[in-house]
Structure formats: structure tokens, C-alpha cells
């Protein structure tokens, strides 16, 4: 299990607008995006209702069909989730700053609003850059499109807060939680276990697709 999804969870869990969502939707369903090698929802709302997985690697995909009794498992990239109506809750496990631009996230924004309820939550744990943010020397961070380099590949989105909050008002959400975790850093890359001051900061946030009027 991911434990910084474990502790951004418990956070959101707390929130009233979260536990609006269960007494409204209490059989889900609910969705997971980005569920890589280590599940996070099946443990805590599979006995709710149904729980879907998606990531975009198949390995990651076929290592959690054959360890997991809970949730459904599917390769999907998100930029194809083709999805309308369906969802209660959806939980991205630190999906969206992996991808590799802008329009790539407004994308993803729009498919995942269009897969919630009305009602239903979007949840987001997610890295924001910051005027001290710093990186490895092997790693080059482009400030103009938010790209993190590692060679000549994107490794990371690493978007400013206000930047976020524009994406996800343009796609149509309605924001019900938004707050930067203070001292807390998220590390962006693979190559050590220990955060440090200088890396991107937490974000932490609950969207909601409005409810027709």
C-alpha cells in the first residue's frame, strides 16, 4: 500500500463533503486510477461496493489480478477512459503528475468528470513546485510547460498550485478542498527514500462534479 495515499486518504476521509459522497452513494462505485503494483481503495471501500483499478502497464495490471481478492483490474490509460455517469468517488494514487503535458492533464481532468456521478468526488494528492524547489543534477525542471526532464524524457508534471486549481475549474469541477501540507515535500523521482526541503511540495485537494442544476 502507498503510504503517503494511505495518510492523504485518511485526511480526505475525515471531510464532510466525504462522508456526504458515502451517505449518498453508499454502494459506490468507485474508482482508482493509477493503481500501479500497490492497490489502495479495494482495502478501504471494497466492502462498500465495487472497486475498479485501472493503470496503463500491463505487468502492474497482471501482478495485482494475481495477489488481490478485492477490485476489479484493468490496463486502461487514462487518456483513453472512455467512461460516462458511473463513478461516486475517484482517487488518483499519483497518476496525473506523471503525465507528460498540460493538455495530457486537462484531458485526464475531462475524462475523469465525465466518469464521476453527479455529485460525485475526485481526490488528489498530488506534487506543486515552489520558489526553494531544487533537483539532482541528472534531472532538468522547465518552468515554461512544467516539465521535469531525466535525459530526454518527461519524468514529471510539477504544476504551480494556481495552476492546478485553473485545470481543474476548466474542466468543469467544483472545488471542495484545497490545501498545501505544510513541511510535507514529495520526492520526484525513484533514485532515494528520504524527501528533502528542496523537493516539490503536497498538495492535497477534493473536486466535485456539480450536481445539475
Known amino acids: 500500500?502507498?503510504?503517503?495515499?494511505?495518510?492523504?486518504?485518511?485526511?480526505?476521509?475525515?471531510?464532510?463533503?466525504?462522508?456526504?459522497?458515502?451517505f449518498e452513494n453508499p454502494a459506490g462505485p468507485f474508482l482508482e486510477i493509477g493503481?500501479?503494483?500497490?492497490?489502495f481503495l479495494p482495502d478501504y471501500l471494497a466492502l462498500l461496493g465495487p472497486v475498479d483499478c485501472i493503470d496503463h502497464c500491463v505487468s502492474s495490471i497482471e501482478y495485482c489480478q494475481k495477489l488481490n481478492s478485492e477490485g476489479q483490474f484493468k490496463e486502461l490509460d487514462i487518456l483513453d477512459l472512455n467512461i460516462i455517469n458511473t463513478y461516486a468517488l475517484v482517487m488518483d494514487t499519483h497518476l496525473l503528475?506523471?503525465?507528460?503535458?498540460l493538455e495530457s492533464y486537462q484531458k485526464a481532468l475531462m475524462n475523469i468528470h465525465r466518469a464521476l456521478k453527479p455529485g460525485g468526488l475526485f481526490l488528489l494528492e498530488?506534487?506543486?513546485?515552489?520558489?526553494?524547489?531544487?533537483?539532482e543534477l541528472n534531472l532538468k525542471y522547465e518552468p515554461s510547460n512544467f516539465q521535469l526532464y531525466k535525459g530526454d524524457r518527461v519524468s514529471r508534471l510539477v504544476l504551480p498550485s494556481?495552476?492546478?486549481?485553473?485545470?481543474?475549474?476548466?474542466?468543469?469541477?467544483?472545488i471542495e478542498?484545497?490545501?498545501?501540507?505544510?513541511?510535507?515535500?514529495?520526492i520526484p523521482h525513484d533514485g532515494r527514500e528520504e524527501s528533502i526541503p528542496e523537493d516539490?511540495?503536497?498538495?492535497?485537494?477534493?473536486?466535485?462534479r456539480p450536481k445539475d442544476l
Open 162 to 174: 494556481i495552476i492546478v486549481e485553473e485545470q481543474f475549474i476548466n474542466a468543469g469541477f467544483k
Open 126 to 135: 498530488t506534487m506543486i513546485s515552489h520558489s526553494q524547489m531544487a533537483f
Open 1 to 22: 500500500m502507498n503510504e503517503s495515499s494511505k495518510f492523504g486518504f485518511d485526511s480526505f476521509s475525515r471531510l464532510p463533503v466525504f462522508e456526504k459522497m458515502l
Open 97 to 101: 503528475h506523471c503525465l507528460g503535458s
Open 35 to 39: 493503481c500501479g503494483k500497490l492497490p
Open 177 to 186: 478542498y484545497f490545501k498545501v501540507e505544510d513541511g510535507l515535500r514529495m
Open 200 to 208: 516539490p511540495q503536497v498538495l492535497r485537494l477534493v473536486a466535485s
